[in-house]
């Protein structure tokens, strides 16, 4: 009887690490920018907790906090429980806040001045972890873009060379199939996503319109907003994967354009 219910403990304590070591990520939300619609900020509330989410602002895409003062007085107007700022200055507070945070968001900016800032802290290490543990991402332009492990740099030209001769660096990795393009129809970035996507042929690209956002949940991505999502999916070269030509010498990846409310699952094997 000893060694049944011994068994028992086992098979629930095993039972219980296996739950926990399955716990969901959070959700990432990515707006493409502009005049964003109440509806992404609603959602984003809705999937952080509601009116009980604790929001944590990161000001560094900006060169000044105007940006980020912004996006903490949004934040609070829509009616967050409470909206936190968080600054470099006291490490222990940022973390603090970060902790805390069902909702860290990233406003818009340049992408490239966020990583360099955040470089040689803990907080991107921070963010991946609360993002495991179930809270949820948000950013806008450059805030979007810094999601994916390879990012795209902050500007590029129509022919997809950087404009100092970079066309990735390095991100956050909170989305590392992915490589994000904000105000994509808006600044006809088509032709530079293309470009990248073929030099990382691993990669999806994924260019969003501004007024529009991507919500990224365990391998799926659904179209919040105004505009569409297009996605660029090399993945398939040689597989056979439907939208590739054989015969063409180009080949180039096929193209799907996502409207609001339409799902695209990124996660491999398709479906």
């Known amino acids: 009887m000893i060694h049944t219910l011994r068994g028992i403990v086992l098979l629930i304590a095993g039972t219980m690490l296996s739950v926990a070591a399955a716990a969901p990520e959070g959700h990432l939300v990515l707006a493409g920018g502009g005049r964003t619609p109440a509806a992404v900020?609603?959602?984003?509330?809705?999937?952080?907790?509601?009116?009980?989410?604790?929001?944590?602002?990161?000001?560094?895409?900006?060169?000044?906090?105007?940006?980020?003062?912004?996006?903490?007085?949004?934040?609070?107007?829509?009616?967050?429980?409470?909206?936190l700022k968080v600054s470099l200055a006291?490490?222990?507070?940022?973390?603090?806040?970060?902790?805390?945070?069902?909702?860290?968001?990233?406003p818009g900016g340049f992408q490239g001045l966020l990583m360099r800032t955040l470089a040689d802290t803990p907080i991107p290490g921070e963010i991946r972890r609360r993002f495991a543990e179930g809270a949820t991402i948000g950013g806008a332009s450059a805030g979007a873009a810094a999601m994916s492990r390879t990012m795209i740099a902050d500007e590029t030209t129509p022919d997809g060379a950087g404009g100092d001769g970079r066309t990735t660096g390095d991100g956050l990795g909170l989305w590392p199939?992915?490589?994000?393009?904000?105000?994509?129809?808006?600044?006809?970035?088509?032709?530079?996503?293309?470009a990248i996507v073929q030099q990382h042929p691993d990669l999806i690209g994924v260019g969003i319109d501004e007024g529009t956002a991507a919500i990224v949940s365990r391998g799926e991505l659904q179209v919040v907003g105004s505009g569409t999502v297009v996605i660029i999916d090399p993945r398939g070269a040689g597989t056979g994967q439907p939208g590739w030509d054989p015969t063409s010498s180009v080949r180039?990846?096929?193209?799907?354009?996502?409207?609001?409310?339409m799902h695209f699952r990124f996660a491999l094997p398709y479906p």
């Open 90 to 106: 006291d490490p222990a507070s940022a973390a603090a806040a970060l902790e805390r945070a069902t909702l860290i968001w990233m």
């Open 252 to 261: 180039r990846p096929p193209v799907r354009v996502l409207k609001p409310g």
């Open 41 to 83: 900020f609603t959602r984003t509330l809705e999937l952080s907790g509601g009116r009980k989410a604790i929001v944590a602002v990161l000001p560094q895409t900006y060169p000044n906090d105007s940006i980020g003062d912004a996006a903490v007085a949004m934040w609070r107007q829509l009616g967050a429980h409470e909206v």
């Open 177 to 194: 199939e992915a490589i994000v393009s904000p105000h994509f129809a808006e600044r006809r970035r088509m032709n530079p996503l293309m």
